[in-house]
Each structure stands twice: as C-alpha cells, then as structure tokens.
C-alpha cells in the first residue's frame, strides 16, 4: 500500500460525515478542537465589545450612555464572557486540537465525550448571550456574592440565567479535563515516557488536573444558591443560620486556581513556541514542569487573599500573605528560564515572538502589582479600586491573551495549512500593545486616585475625567488593534497561498503531517526517543505517512489507536473508538432542557429531562463493546496487543477515577460547607437537631458495605469464568439500601427552608440518593449487559469501572449517613 | 514599593533586550541553569519577597484595633444606600452619612450591615473593611486634624453603589464634646 492509498483508506474511516450534518454528528478532535477556538473566539468578540462599552460609559463624567442597571449586566457579562465562555474554551479548544497530535496518536481517549462537551458549552453560552439580548442579564458582578445575588436582593431570573448557565458551561469543563487528563497519560505515541513528553502536555496536564480540584467548589457554590433562590433553602442568609462568607469561600476556591488555570496553558504555549522562535532547545525541562506543578499547589491555599477586607484576623491573613507572595517564585523561575532560553538561542523577531515579548512586558508589571496587593496593609486600600481592575487584566491579558495570540500565529498555518501573506499582524501587535498599556496604565494610576470598581459613573469634581478619557482612547486603539489581529487570521484563511510543511522548524510530532492535518492525524504512529523526535529525524513526516509506524494497515473500518503505560511510554493497550455519531449533540439537547426547565420553573418537564439523560448516557455505553472475544492484535513492528475492552485498567476505567477525583472534591467541599456553617455561621444552633435514627444508618451502612463487597466478588467470580449475576444483584440491593437509607434521612430533615443546618443535610442527603441511584442503575446496566453476552471472562473492563463507582458510593454514603446520624447519636 | 518593582521590571526588560544583542549567553547547560533558575528564579525573588512579607505584616500588625484608654468607639451600619452611625458616647444619637469622630484619637468602627455585603472605607484614615450580615467588624482609624475626610462604600451592592458615599467629620476636643451633648447637627 502506498502513502497515497493509505490516505484514501484511513480518511474514509476517520473523516466526519459530508455536507451540514458532518458538522453536528463529528467526534473528531480536529474538527470538535477548531469548533471550540472558533466559538471562543466569538465570544471574546462579544466579551470584548462589551469592554468597548464600559469605557465608552466611563470615558466621561456622568455618562447618560448607560443607567446603572444596564452597565451593572455589562460589566458582570464581560467578566463572566472573558472567564468561562473565552478562556477556559480556548484553553480547551487548544489542546483538544494539538494534544493528539503533540503526543503522536489519532484522537483524544473519548471522542464522544468531546463533543458533548462542546455541545453542552455553545448551549450553556446560548443561554447567557438570549438573556443578553432580552435585557435580563445577571447583574450581580462575576463573582455573584450573596445577599446581593440572593433571593432578597435579586428576585429577577437575571442572577439564575448566570448561576444555571455557567453550570450546564462547567459541565464541559470538566468534561474536557476528564478526557485531556487520561488522554495525556496513556494517549501517547509508543516509546514517549513522562520525561520526553512536549511541555505542552505537561502543561495541559497540570491544567486539567486544576480544572478537576477547582471547578467543583463552584459548581457547589452555583447549585446551593439556585437551590436558596428556587426553594428558599437558606445556605448564605445570616438570620436563618447561613453565611454569605461560605459564598466567598466557595467561590474564591474555584477562582484563585482558575487564574493558574488560565495562566498555565498560555504558559504551555510560551514554553513550546518560545524555543522554536529561538532556535534551540527549553532551558531547564525539569525546572519547568516542577514549577508549574508547584504552582498548581500553591494556587489552592491562596484564595483568601481575595478576602483580606472581610474581617478575617489578621495572623490568618499573614499565612495567605505569606503564599500570596510565594507564588510569585515558581513563577519567576519560569520566566527566567525562558529569558534564558532566549540568551542560550539565536531569537529572531518573528510575529509570534513580538506576541511572546509583550507577553513579558505585560506580564511582568502584573506580577509585580500583584506582590503588591498581596500585602495586606495595601490591600486594604487598593482593594476593589480600579487598580485592582488594571492588575488582573495586566495578569489576565499579558499571561494569556498575548500568548494565545503567538500561539494563534505560530500554529495558523498548521489549522490551514497557507502561509501567511498580507502582514497586518505586526501593526495590529503594535496597535495591542500600545493600546493595552495605555487603557491600564491609567486605569492603576486612577485606582490609586480612589476610583472603586463597578461604579457606572463618577463626577466632574473627583478629578478622574482626563486618566478615564486617556484610558477609553486606549481601549478602542486595543479594539483596533484585534479587529486587525482577526482581519488577518480571516484573510490568511481564505485566500493565502499553500504553505510549505513545518514552516517554523519545529522539533515536535505536531508537524509530522500534511497540514491542514488529515482526519487521522497520523498515517502511522511514530516511535519516539526524544523530546524532539522532527529535529532527531527530519523526514519524519514522509516515513510516517508511508506507513512505518505502528497501526501502519488500516483494517476492517476501524478508527484504531494503541495506548501506553503511563511512566515509560511502553505499549499496552489497542483501543477501538466509536465513529460519527449524533448521541453527544441529543445528550446535550437533553441536558439543556433539564437546565432550562429550572430556569424557566418549568419543573414537570425536569424529571423527563432527567430520565432523557439517564437513557441516552445507557445508549451511550450499551452500543460499544461485542459479543464475542478478540484476540491479541499485531500493532506493527511485532507488537502484539490486547483490546482495552479486555483489560482491567482500561480508558474508561481510567477516566471514571478522574470523573470520581472532581466528585470527590465536590463531596469535599460540600462537607466543608457543613462544618463551616456548624462552626463559623452566626444564628447557630438550629432550633431543631435532625433525631439519629440508629436503624435507619445501620441499614444504610449495611447496604453500602454489601455492595462494595458484592461488585468485588462478581468482578472475581467473573474473571474465574463463573457468574457474576448474583454478586450483581446483590450490588443492586446493596445501593438502593443506601438509597432507602439517605431519602429516609431527607424525609426526617428538619424543615430546610428554616435554617442553614436542615438545608445541608437535605442536600447531603440527595447527594448519597443521587449516587445510591446512580450506582443501582450501573448494576442494572451490568446485569442486562451480562445477560446479553457483552461480558466474558475476557471482557471484563466494565466491572472495574462500575467497581470504582459502587466503592465511591460506599464509601460517600456511609459518610453522609454518618453526617447526619452522628451527631444525634452522640449527644 | 513603586520603585523596587520597577527596578525589577527594569531589570527584566534589560536582560530580554540584551538576550537580541549578544551572540551567546554565558557558559554551557548547566552553568546557566544555575544562573538563571537558582539564581534569578529562585533566590533573587526569594529574598525581595521575604522582606516584603515582613515589612507588610509589620505594617499591618500596627494598624491593628489595640486596647488603650482613649479609644472612642462608634458603630456603622451599612444599608443599601445609606450609612447610620451611631456612638457609644451618646447612646441614641444616630447620624446618617455623616460620621463624627474626635481628631487625634483612636476610634473603633464596629461596622456591619442590614442588607448585603457592603465595605467601610475612608481613604485617607484608614483602609476598607467590609460589612458582613450577622457580622461586626471593627476597624480602626485616626484622623490626625480637624476636617471632613470623604468616604465610600467598597464593595458593589447594585444600582444605587456610585452613589454610596459619606463622609467623616472630625472634631477638636471641644467640637467633639458640643456633637456629644447634640449641639451641632
């Protein structure tokens, strides 16, 4: 088979579907990781002419331009657009597109689960951007602290479009983090060990393990507060034994990461493009990844310095003082290591570099106003001040926007295969550059001056008028500038001429391919030896595409890849993935009625919605795997492998531990909200405790311990060729136990809508019901797919995985159960 | 504070500069490793930031609320869009948007809210403390002369926040004790 058949032959397997329905049934991450920067793109558009208007409100005293309830819905939609619905989708667009292809295979490990993800993102968006144009935006500011967003204060449904929307929005989020976590670790070429990995994939990994651990606190945060405005559950009103300041916990949990979730992915673009800008290698690997690992820590224990005004004694703040400034090592060490990359090489100022510089220039001032407001004392004054205002966007804008924009440029031609040839670029970066310093220069300069932040307008007399005019002129120089940068990137996709393969020289497998990048990515999978295979072997691309590689024969349809161990890179699986399918687009369809129905308190429509998701997401499992065993299949150069389906530790299994991390988190910060009320709230006691009931938590612990022992016993009974039914129903049994147990425990609840402490264990409670729930359903699933011959003792991987949930749902159960019970039982 | 960090900022931009210059950096791999990761990314910032920390948390433990004879203590109730101040010296004398302090005495704010979350802040006496429901905290803040100092309120609480101001009048001895005995309004 020559290169040319073998394209013929794997782009009519792996190609999306002809015509307009390719575009809503593709799982390719190729097309689904353009879908996402596209629509991040769209709305960073939004998002920024939103910015346009506030300084066009601000750009003179007493502006008539906007009244404060509009310019309220504008300046919290532009923080809101910028953090959720632009950077954490570029974030993810990026690496859905590049992962595959840095890493040397042909998809990301769930192909289906991407797609929902983007799906369930351009819905949730949808949502945000129909209340804009209604006039019914939130208006509560991005961080939405309570009183002010709570029922009292915001009866409209403008705060629930935010709270509802963002949720159905986290939900890719984590999605996508799920699939770049296991995609990274076991998604490899042959032969790439954790050490040669590209320091992207280092990067995307820190980052999607970030996205994991920080975005449930405020998934948790966003459900209690729909819960408290819907149902009049009180989990941050004082008088009823809540507290506004768990918002703030809970919220500020989620949103310092976030800033390193935002920062580590540009920084992952520094660190790839940078080298090649300069015609070497990285200065300290090593360094980097620890650093960035490092700061992925050190970001979880400094959310209270966004709090340093609320009261909080002072040897408190010192400790958070204290990390707040520490975070500024690792982060040093990145930059020198990158300036001294530039020193080790020959840089030359090619348009992605002039990006990288005003990166550095930006960025730098960021940190060092950062170091400031990390001392308390300054904090007291410069806090919400336009000076806050101009450091984060020299944080956000430098460490993210000017990187992104190299990493536009250096990969522009690889997403279109043109070389780039009207030269608008290099004025729109000046344009940028000159108009970002000065639209935020003033702005620190007026915060210092007294300006708070989010005030719609100010007077003649306070003295602002000219820093404000200053600062506006800048911003539309800024909005010029990226109409440009977006003119450019336009033109240079439609008309542009065919560009040469590799135009930069760059070392990594990305490049090994005909750009724009075919359906397959790779004709054949490499076998990597270093951290640079194209600099190592130039003519990579040609022997690949020849087909000596590994998976070099396409062969009965199948969109085939191979998986590795995840430390030393050695192969160990064959996986098969699913083809184009409509089911991801349905199942967020569905999603979004469920979500839309609370919105609109349309509540009959939720419980179908519901029972549309549990029966799509068994559809969803039920049509991969087969009935009968495969053998072990040759890869090429005489590797044998098995299929994942007939392993312990397959993708899904390796997915569901990450699923359950971003869980368990979840369930974490929900007993913190527990313990933080009991002990910090005001209008505590509660007038009423909830009464143990020792039977009732026996029986609860009981069906949990039979169900994790169960699951373990048909998972060895099944491998020892016997059968698994009656360890399955006991399963069964054993989950809807818990079931009876924790709806038992929320019929007795004292009344939730009267205090704090009945509100959280009503939502302990549905917490343990819905995984109780969850697991029976699993063991139903199970149970039907044995009876049907989907499992032998070969075909094992779906026990595990429904193992790990049933002994997650053992373990959260007995938990709640004791959360509620103890107490009463105890006293 | 300014200062030092622009001499980092200089510092930074001198070197990325100087990196188009020269034809080769200094030494082999592991040479600059250790120049430019120990030494300019590890223990360079390493020490600034030390000395900021302390020097922050000094400054900070001074502004502290202590003990001490002559404390006037007042309270500050925030509601959306008005402050009421009353004072423990005059018990039911309440003012609204104006609050009254002796000048060149330590005065405790016990501030707190009806409503949502708001935060006390007169630029020139002291820094920003917020208003938490159910909560009271105490800021402490001196006005070294008589005159009227402009304050704020901090934190976002919707449409009426840009209007959310008051001020501070701050008496000599003898003003404080006519406002005490409700002579001046």
Redesign the interface.
């Known amino acids: 088979m020559n290169a040319l058949e073998r394209h013929r032959k794997l782009t009519a397997i792996w190609a999306s579907e002809p015509g307009w329905r390719g575009w809503f049934s593709t799982v390719n991450h190729t097309d689904l990781g353009r879908m996402f920067l596209v629509t991040a793109f769209f709305f960073f558009i939004i998002g920024g002419l939103l910015a346009m208007l506030i300084r066009a409100q601000l750009a003179t005293p007493q502006s008539a331009f906007a009244g ?2 509009i310019y ?1 819905q504008i300046f919290t939609m532009h923080g809101t657009i910028m953090m959720f619905l632009f950077a954490i989708p570029t974030f993810e667009g990026l690496a859905i597109y590049l992962l595959p292809k840095l890493l040397g295979t042909r998809d990301l490990a769930f192909p289906r689960l991407t797609a929902y993800g983007f799906w369930c993102y351009v819905f949730g968006g949808t949502m945000l951007l129909v209340a804009m144009v209604l006039g019914i935006a939130p ?3 991005w961080f939405m ?1 309570p ?2 967003s709570g029922p ?3 009866p409209g449904i403008n705060t629930d479009f935010w709270l509802i929307g963002i949720t159905f929005v986290e939900i890719s989020a984590i999605a996508a983090a799920v699939e770049i976590t296991v995609s990274i670790l076991k998604y490899r070429a042959p032969g790439m060990s954790l050490d040669k990995m590209p320091i992207f994939a280092w990067y995307a990994l820190i980052t999607a393990l970030m996205i994991l651990t920080g975005f449930p606190p405020l998934i948790l945060g966003s459900i209690l507060l729909e819960v408290e405005r819907a149902f009049g559950l009180p989990f941050f ?3 009823l034994g809540g ?3 768990l918002w703030q916990h809970l919220f500020w949990l989620f949103g310092h990461p976030e800033v390193y979730i935002i920062f580590l992915p540009a920084a992952g673009v520094i660190s790839t493009v940078l080298p090649v800008m300069c015609r070497t290698t990285l ?2 690997y090593g ?1 980097i990844v620890a ?1 960035a690992v490092s700061l992925a820590f050190l970001s979880f224990g400094l959310w209270v310095h966004h709090m340093f ?3 909080i004694p ?1 040897m408190g ?2 400790f958070f ?2 990390a707040s ?2 975070v ?2 690792p982060t ?6 990158w ?2 990359t ?3 090489g020959r ?1 030359e ?1 090619r348009l992605p570099m002039l990006h990288i ?1 005003g990166f ?2 930006t960025f ?2 960021g940190g ?2 950062g ?2 407001v ?8 410069a ?3 336009a000076f806050i205002t101009a450091h984060l966007h020299y944080v956000l804008f430098g460490g993210f926007v000017f990187p992104i924009f190299a990493g536009v440029y250096y990969w522009l031609p690889h997403f279109t295969g043109r070389r780039r040839f009207f030269h608008l670029g290099e004025l729109a970066f000046a344009l940028v550059f000159i108009g970002f310093h000065v639209t935020f220069l003033a702005m620190h300069w007026v915060g210092l001056l ?1 300006q ?7 007077a003649p007399e306070d003295g602002w008028t000219a820093i404000n005019l200053i600062s506006s002129v800048g911003s539309f120089v800024l909005a010029i500038g990226i109409g440009m940068i977006l003119i450019d990137v336009i033109l240079h996709a439609l008309t542009a001429a065919r560009g040469r393969r590799n135009p930069w020289r760059a070392g990594t497998l990305e490049w090994a391919m005909i750009t724009p990048p075919p359906a397959y990515n790779l004709a054949s999978l490499p076998h990597v030896t270093s951290r640079e295979p194209l600099t190592q072997e130039p003519d990579l691309a040609v022997r690949l595409a020849r087909g000596e590689g590994y998976l070099a024969t396409p062969r009965h349809g199948w969109r085939e890849t191979l998986t590795v161990d995840v430390a030393s890179g050695r192969p160990d699986m064959h996986v098969l993935y699913p083809t184009n399918t409509l089911l991801p687009i349905i199942m967020s369809a569905v999603t979004g009625v469920f979500f839309l129905s609370l919105l609109l308190k349309f509540y009959w429509t939720v419980p179908l919605a519901v029972a549309g998701v549990a029966y799509l997401a068994w559809r969803w499992v039920w049509v991969l795997g087969r009935k009968e065993d495969l053998d072990a299949l040759p890869m090429g150069h005489g590797i044998t492998l098995l299929n994942a389906a007939m392993t312990d530790h397959s993708p899904g299994w390796w997915g569901t531990v990450f699923l359950l991390t971003a869980n368990a988190t979840f369930f974490g910060s929900l007993l913190f909200g527990f313990a933080f009320l009991w002990t910090v ?3 505590w006691p509660p007038p009423a405790w909830f009464v143990a009931s020792p039977v009732e938590l026996g029986f609860g612990i009981l069906g949990a311990a039979l169900g994790c022992f169960a699951i373990g016993h048909a998972i060895v009974v099944n491998r020892r060729n016997g059968s698994p039914l009656p360890g399955l129903v006991l399963t069964l049994a054993g989950a809807l136990a818990v079931a009876v147990a924790c709806a038992a425990m929320m019929a007795r609840t004292p009344s939730p809508e009267a205090h704090a402490y009945g509100a959280t264990l009503f939502v302990l409670g549905s917490y343990g019901l819905f995984h109780a729930v969850l697991g029976a359903l699993m063991a139903s699933f199970l149970i039907a797919r044995v009876l049907q011959g989907f499992t032998s003792p070969m075909r094992r991987a779906e026990f595990t995985i429904v193992g790990l949930w049933v002994g997650y749902l053992s373990v959260v159960g007995t938990l709640v159960l004791l959360a509620g019970h103890l107490p009463g039982l105890a006293s | ?1 300014l200062a030092s ?1 622009a001499l ?2 200089g510092l ?2 001198v ?2 500069v ?3 210059r ?1 034809r080769k ?2 030494g082999d ?1 592991p040479q ?2 250790r ?3 120990i030494g ?3 223990v ?3 020490s600034v ?1 030390a000395a ?2 302390v ?3 000094a ?3 001074r ?2 609320p202590r003990e001490g004879d002559d404390v006037a203590r007042v309270g500050a109730e925030g509601r ?1 869009w008005v402050w009421t101040f009353s004072y423990e010296d005059a018990p039911g004398r309440t003012t609204q948007d104006i609050l009254h302090i002796p000048a060149g005495r330590p005065v405790d704010v016990a501030i707190t809210t009806a ?3 708001h ?1 006390f802040w007169v ?1 020139r006496l ?5 208003a ?4 009271v ?2 800021l402490r803040i001196e006005a070294d002369a008589p005159g009227t100092y402009a304050g ?1 309120s ?9 209007r959310f101001t008051f001020s501070v009048t701050a008496h000599d001895a003898a003003g404080w004790d006519a406002f005490l005995k409700g002579d001046t309004e």
Not at chain 1, 332 to 337: K, L, N, P, S, T
Not at chain 1, 374 to 381: C, G, M, Y
Not at chain 1, 452 to 458: A, D, E, F, M, Q
Not at chain 2, 126 to 130: F, I, S, V
């Open positions: 404060p309830e309220n208006d509560g500011g602290y009183p002010l009292l204060y915001s009103q004082a008088e507290d506004s300041l200065l300290g360094w650093a005004t609320t009261g002072h703040l010192a003082s204290a400034t520490l500024a090592v040093g060490v990145q930059i020198f290591a300036i001294g530039i020193w080790k840089p100022l510089l550095f220039a730098v001032i060092l106003t170091v400031m990390a001392v308390v004392p300054f904090d007291w004054q806090h919400d001040t007294g708070r932040r989010r005030i719609p307008t100010y709230a005001p209008g | 504070m960090a980092i900022f930074v931009m070197l990325l100087l990196a188009f020269r950096g200094p791999e600059q490793v120049i430019w990761i300019l990314g590890l360079f910032p390493m930031l900021l920390l020097y922050g948390l400054i900070g433990e502004l502290l959306r409503d949502v979350i935060s630029p002291a820094g920003k403390l917020d938490i429901p159910g909560r905290n105490t704020v901090a934190e976002f609480s919707g449409a009426g926040y840009d």
